[in-house]
């Protein structure tokens, strides 16, 4: 089978497309992956700045799509079964082992790519909303990043929650995107933060998640109503913000944190709620499939190339069926 294996840790340059061994399938789940996700944390592993650093050389990839290919006793899976699937990494090759409390079920009529979209934004989405921002309909949610992978979940969860929804992106071609999003109100530009002080006015925004970090996240506190929420999600602009905690105490708001992965890591069940969640509103209709731009499976280097120079709208995936 072909993989995609980081050999150095210099970035997308680093990225070689090999010919390796099928993994050993003896008491595992394994899985043919259809389509694979590209997210600004594998742009991290490829220079050795996430958190988890895997021993060279490895696959990135950290969800995709695909059907299982065998299944062990009592995984409650079988083979042919169609499935997502959320990594720490390893999911850009053509088969993969995932751990079954890690692999949900995916709908006979959601595509691999959008099925390969969904597990790491989507329910990073709901986690920090639901879970940690305790969202109540007809709040206000301000989205940073709104027209990048996490941000456009967020803008299409927030609004199948029935939160009124603020994109704050970087430039026009953005906001329009997230404007077809579903957004309510969507501004760019430096004067973001008077651009959404116009639109919510003394009263403010009760939720606010941020994937970009460094003075996005501080204006935003600016902005926040009384109990207002806060919600830390990444840091895509490469600066961690310092919080001055007297302005928590005097504005009687808060900022959470929202690490899904290693939260699933501790309760794996929440992820499977959140996942029945996350199905239920699409049944429904209330939530779109993830908008998304699809690549050859083979070009990874430049996919992941155009999450680096900030190109992509919503989410870029990977495809064998391309």
């Known amino acids: 089978m072909h993989a995609h294996h980081v050999v150095e840790l210099i970035g ?3 990225l070689r497309w090999v010919e390796v061994p099928e993994p050993d399938t003896t008491a595992q789940l394994v899985v043919e992956v259809m389509a694979a996700g590209v997210s ?12 988890v650093r895997p021993t060279l050389p490895f696959a990135p990839g950290m969800d995709a799509a695909g059907v299982v290919r065998s299944a062990p006793p009592g995984s ?8 997502a699937v959320l990594a720490a990494y390893g999911c850009w090759q053509d088969v993969i082992t995932a751990d079954p409390s890690w692999t949900l079920p995916l709908p006979d009529d959601m595509g691999f790519e959008a099925g390969a979209a969904a597990p790491l934004n989507y329910l990073t989405s709901l986690f920090a909303l639901v879970r940690r ?18 941000g456009a979940a967020a803008i299409q969860v927030g609004r199948a929650l029935g939160l009124t929804t603020i994109a ?4 026009e071609r953005k906001r329009a995107f997230a404007a077809g999003c579903g957004a309510d109100h969507a501004v760019c530009g430096a004067n973001w933060r ?10 403010g925004v009760d939720l606010a998640l941020d994937p970009v970090g460094g003075d996005r996240l501080v204006d935003s506190l600016r902005l926040l109503a009384p109990e207002g929420r806060l919600l830390v999600v990444g840091f895509t602009a490469g600066e961690i913000p310092t919080v001055k905690v007297n302005r928590l105490l005097l504005g009687n708001i808060g900022v959470l944190g929202a690490a899904s992965r290693e939260f699933f890591e501790r309760q794996p069940a929440v992820m499977a709620e959140l996942w029945t969640h996350y199905l239920h509103l699409r049944k429904t209709g209330a939530l779109a499939d993830p908008p998304v731009e699809v690549w050859p499976f083979a070009d990874a280097r430049q996919a992941l ?10 989410k870029n995936v990977l495809s064998r069926r391309t």
């Open 194 to 203: 008077e651009a959404v002080s116009e639109i919510v006015g003394a009263a």
């Open 40 to 51: 600004f944390a594998d742009l991290l592993y490829t220079r050795g700045r996430y958190q």
């Open 76 to 83: 409650g899976l079988e083979a042919g079964q169609r499935v």
């Open 168 to 171: 704050v992106t970087s430039d």
């Open 305 to 314: 190339q155009a999450v680096e120079h900030r190109r992509s709208l919503g």
């Open 12 to 14: 997308p340059p680093g």
């Open 133 to 150: 921002g305790q969202a109540q309909p007809g709040e206000v949610l301000l989205v940073h990043g709104a027209a990048g992978g996490v």
